[in-house]
């Protein structure tokens, strides 16, 4: 359902072969430091482009479910060569230690979280909806039956399954953000194929508690909670691992709010986001 055809794929990866050798542009020598101008310049073109189908997916609460076909096709060849260039890079090239899970063979099977809301300033605010493997679900409720007969709280699930194309879409959309260093970026946003949000067999959750606190801006914050504390003594026995303590090996910042599922391959290493 959220996947595509083996023709539809064979044909999207000729078109953009032919596109990378007849418009090789500047995307071809990416500076990983820091992005030149002319690249800069064609990244904000791509984001331009890019915005109001990202929108329109997001407000329908579907974009987390974005294909690659849905990424490329308000774009021109070059700046779908430009894609490509950042679809080639590891981050291995990047003095980063994160695994390459690649894309999933077959398009995984998910269920919405369901509906969800935190409250600010006495106000609830909904949460954008999310999805999960069904296991990964059945896993968290129970952890979260848990923690409320413990703290009287839940956690709330603010980012579960990305496709691969949406995790490059996030890539480029926080490029800026990190002065247009890719190698920046990629300690705060994992690049595509390497994300576990992206990989169903190491599932990952970004918590967020009920008054709105991930931990995002500050993630001490999000250490403080006694949601996270718990987790720290409880999670394992529900299939769940902190994917980036303090002080990880992965040149990878410090995410409190960041937990894989491990049960279904008995895998607890933390390799990547």
Request: glycine content about 6%.
């Amino acid at each position: 359902m959220f996947g595509r055809s083996t023709s539809t794929r064979r044909q999207l990866a000729i078109a953009a072969a032919a596109a990378w050798l007849l418009c090789p542009g500047p995307a071809s020598a990416l500076d990983v430091a820091r992005l030149s101008p002319d690249d800069t310049e064609t990244l904000h073109a791509i984001l331009q482009a890019l915005e109001p189908s990202i929108t329109a997916k997001q407000r329908a609460g579907t974009a987390a479910l974005l294909t690659w076909e849905e990424l490329y096709e308000p774009l021109p060849p070059a700046q779908r060569a430009f894609l490509d260039a950042f679809r080639a890079l590891k981050a291995a090239s990047l003095g980063a230690t994160a695994h390459f899970f690649g894309e999933p063979a077959a398009p995984p099977e998910l269920v919405p979280v369901g509906p969800q809301e935190v409250v600010k300033d006495g106000a609830a605010a909904p949460l954008d909806p999310q999805y999960l493997p069904r296991p990964v679900l059945s896993a968290y409720r129970r952890m979260m039956d848990a923690m409320e007969v413990d703290l009287g709280t839940r956690l709330r699930v603010e980012s579960g399954y990305r496709s691969t194309a949406y995790q490059l879409y996030l890539f480029l959309f926080y490029l800026p953000k990190h002065g247009g260093s890719i190698t920046e970026t990629n300690r705060f946003v994992a690049l595509p194929g390497h994300s576990e949000h992206g990989y169903p067999p190491r599932q990952a959750i970004d918590f967020i508690n009920e008054a709105g606190i991930n931990g995002e801006d500050h993630p001490e914050e999000f250490e403080a909670l006694p949601e996270y504390r718990w987790l720290e003594q409880h999670a394992a026995r529900f299939g769940f691992a902190l994917s980036y303590p303090r002080d990880n090996p992965h040149h990878t910042a410090f995410e409190p709010w960041h937990w894989h599922y491990t049960r279904e391959t008995g895998n607890r290493s933390r390799d990547s986001r």
